[in-house]
């Protein structure tokens, strides 16, 4: 297993290109099963987690070419309906073809998901969605079994509480169902509206999505899209966090400000200064410590549960005592006794952590436990003192892409170990 070897205290200084958001990316590559007609996607991040979903697809009968950062999908034939455990358990996007397969070709039988393990992270909104639009489910041996042998019809689905995953599968199954589909109380992350864009190319008819409500017109058939993917908005937090720790100056290349929503304030609470320039954001950390700022998770536009570990390791080394509430999920401060190890002082109480900032953390033995985790195990080592060695980074590579060639150009000292 890889590890990244990392050696503290140099400030970075130079432009990071933002990667499309592996979030959007892999919604948009499942909206390829909709379809009989090609779908090129652009700004497509290399990532593991891309790699196995392009497999899963690839497994359905779609024809997948690979270009730069242009991605082309073409399902003209969807020769299986049935995505094996092997492929779905690593990731939980990979669940998401439930629902086109399920719209496409009236039944699928997709294996339970897999993901990081930040929590019990239920797929039941997803299942009851699916039910309302007609399909009948049954559950066997870790595998959902679904069919709608009337096709999938239009519901109004009203979620109990906000998911981002279920309001893409329900988007995701709505578009080709027969009649309306509405779902209040919908997520509002970039993603949701960048899925939306996609599928409206492809000839969906989606309104709203952004908003709270959406409302989907079933159509017969979607036919051949170009989507640009949208900047990764959680890569943009986390390298804008590295800085906050080491100082410097980033231009973090493609970022958009508006979709940092609440994160972008607490920055720059915490003392770092953004500029929106012609080419992205550049990002900017005043001599001296950071501030300390207290947080809440919260879906978009709040702070996002997925840069929570990262700003830990943010408030690790900031001025005063900072409380970080964890809201979406209930196990993700597993980053927090590893970040002990380097010295962090951090008391968890329930879905609270309490962070008092120390003047410098020093370099250990730490092991990445999920993605987001990960990341702010680098951005601690990069401002630690000393040698910091990250283990099992096959987690970074998930999801962060390039990322150690990305750091080095910074002035980063950073390697990777084969092993
Ligand atoms: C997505 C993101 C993930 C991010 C999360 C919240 C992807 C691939 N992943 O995950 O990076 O951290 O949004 O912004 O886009 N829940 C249920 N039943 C369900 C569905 C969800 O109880 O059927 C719960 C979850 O366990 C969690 C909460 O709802 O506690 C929110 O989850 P959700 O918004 O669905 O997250 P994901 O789509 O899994």
């Known amino acids: 297993m890889d590890k990244l070897a990392i050696i503290g205290g140099r400030p970075l200084y130079g432009v990071v290109p933002i990667s499309g958001a592996k979030n959007s990316a892999l919604k ?21 987690d891309v790699d196995m979903l ?38 939980r996007a990979s ?29 039941d909104l997803h299942l009851k969605a699916l039910t309302a639009m007609g399909a009948v489910i049954e559950l066997d041996e870790g595998y959902v079994i679904a069919e709608a042998p009337d096709g999938l019809k239009g519901a109004a689905i009203s979620l109990p509480f906000v998911s981002v995953g279920a309001t893409e599968h329900t988007m995701l199954a709505a578009v080709l169902a027969k009649g309306d589909t509405s779902i209040d109380n919908a997520a509002r992350e970039p993603e949701i509206a960048d899925l939306a ?7 969906a008819k989606i309104s709203g999505a952004g908003g709270t409500t959406i409302h989907i017109e079933g159509v017969d058939r979607l036919h051949a899209a170009e ?9 943009t937090g986390a390298y ?9 100056e980033l231009t973090l290349k493609g970022a958009k400000a508006d979709l940092l929503g609440a994160a972008l304030p607490v920055l720059e609470e915490a003392g770092l200064v953004i500029d929106e320039t012609d080419v992205g954001l550049r990002v900017r950390k005043p001599e001296g410590l950071c501030k300390s700022v207290d947080i809440i998770t919260q879906p978009f536009p709040g702070f996002p549960t997925d840069l929570q570990a990262q700003f830990m390791a943010m408030m690790a080394t900031a001025d005063g005592a900072s409380s970080i509430k964890e809201t979406i999920f209930e196990n993700r401060f597993m980053h927090a006794p590893e970040l002990s190890r380097m010295g962090a002082k951090i008391s968890v109480d329930g879905q609270t952590a309490t962070v008092r900032g120390v003047k ?35 987690h970074l590579d998930r999801g962060f892409e390039r990322l150690e060639e990305k750091l080095a150009h910074c002035g980063a000292l950073i390697e990777r170990v084969k092993e």
């Not at 948009?28 to 593991?48: F, W």
């Not at 804008?240 to 410097?248: E, H, I, N, Q």
């Open 28 to 48: 948009v590559m499942a909206a390829s099963l909709l379809s009989d007609a090609p779908l090129t996607l652009t700004n497509v991040p290399r990532l593991a």
């Open 360 to 394: 410098r953390l020093k370099g250990a033995p730490v092991m990445a436990t999920d993605l987001r985790a990960s990341m702010s195990l680098i951005i601690a080592a990069l401002g630690a003192e000393g040698q910091t060695m990250v283990n099992r980074v096959y």
């Open 227 to 235: 989507h640009e993917v949208l900047p990764d908005r959680i890569e």
């Open 197 to 203: 864009a996609c599928l409206n190319a492809m000839g």
């Open 54 to 91: 392009l497999k899963l697809l690839e497994q359905h009968g779609a024809q997948a070419s690979f270009e730069g950062s242009t991605l082309t999908l073409h399902a003209k034939d969807i020769i299986s309906t049935e995505a094996p455990y092997d492929l779905v358990r690593k990731m």
């Open 240 to 248: 804008a966090m590295a800085v906050g720790v080491t100082g410097g």
């Open 95 to 123: 669940f998401n073809v439930l629902g086109p397969l399920l719209a496409r070709e009236s039944k699928a039988k997709v294996s339970l998901p897999g993901g990081c393990a930040i929590g019990a992270r239920p797929v």
